[in-house]
């Protein structure tokens, strides 16, 4: 992870608890690294759902209002867990208000995204 934090290779790699003391001791959720993902997109990605609900309990962005909130291609934190099938990881970011009609660079949706890999769990999530 090329310009990567602690709480990134933390988030990343799905360690809660020491995500937690390094949001306690202050570390901002705002970084990006070189590929513009931020802790909460790497959570999301691998599927971490515990660290996810931490991170946003932290302040960080669910929705994707700004280029911050959005990796080089575009994607939000809920496209990338859809598209890897991470379908509790989907229903925390639901819970939280992540909008459903975002769409990256290639006008995707987590929908799609979803719909592409198969992932019919989550495409039922995303559905209701």
Known sequence: MNGATAL?????????????????AGASVDSVDKRRKTALMWAAEKGHHGVVEELLK???????????????????ALMSAAEKGHKSTV???????????????????ALMWAAEK?????VEELLK
């Open 8 to 24: 990134m290779s933390a988030a990343e790699k799905g360690h809660k608890s020491t995500v937690l003391v390094l949001l306690t």
């Open 58 to 76: 932290a302040g960080t962005p669910v929705n994707a209002t700004t280029s911050i909130d959005r990796d080089m291609n575009g994607a939000t």
């Open 91 to 109: 229903l925390v970011l639901l819970t939280a208000g992540a909008s459903v009609d975002s769409v990256d660079k290639r006008r995707k949706t």
């Open 118 to 122: 198969g992932h019919h769990g989550v």
